[in-house]
């Protein structure tokens, strides 16, 4: 998708489904949009149960990001997020110029 879509996805979003599971794992899925039409680009799972090192959500966001960024050349004009904070800063270390908007 992303061959093929490349330069025209001008905005991402990511969002996760928290707390649907025993296990502790968070998925989370980045989402594009060409032409008006929505499209998945990738997902990550993070475990997310005990203690973990400040940041460390936000750290594997990024990786996650950025691979997008450097393989497909992804950059995106708007990112969308809910309030999330890990979701947020990593939207906004990636692409730092994207402006960030959250869902209502």
Same mark, same amino acid.
């Given at each position: 998708?992303?061959?093929? =879509?490349?330069? !025209?996805?001008?905005?991402?979003?990511?969002?996760? *489904? =928290?707390?649907?599971?025993?296990? /502790?794992?968070?998925?989370?899925?980045? @989402?594009?949009? *060409?032409?008006?039409? /929505?499209?998945?680009?990738?997902?990550?799972?993070?475990?997310?149960?005990?203690?973990?090192?400040?940041?460390?959500? +936000?750290?594997? @966001?990024? !990786?996650?990001?950025?691979?997008?960024?450097?393989?497909? +050349?992804?950059?995106?004009?708007? +990112?969308?997020?809910?309030?999330?904070? *890990?979701?947020?800063? *990593? $939207? !906004?270390?990636?692409?730092?110029?994207?402006?960030?908007?959250? $869902?209502?």
């Amino acid at each position: 998708m992303l061959e093929k =879509w490349d330069g !025209q996805i001008r905005e991402v979003a990511i969002d996760s *489904a =928290w707390g649907t599971n025993r296990a /502790g794992h968070e998925i989370f899925v980045l @989402l594009g949009e *060409a032409y008006g039409s /929505g499209m998945p680009l990738g997902y990550i799972l993070i475990k997310s149960i005990g203690r973990s090192k400040p940041d460390s959500k +936000t750290s594997l @966001l990024v !990786q996650f990001l950025q691979h997008f960024r450097d393989q497909y +050349t992804l950059d995106p004009k708007f +990112t969308l997020s809910d309030k999330d904070f *890990a979701e947020i800063g *990593a $939207c !906004q270390t990636v692409w730092p110029d994207a402006k960030h908007q959250l $869902c209502f």
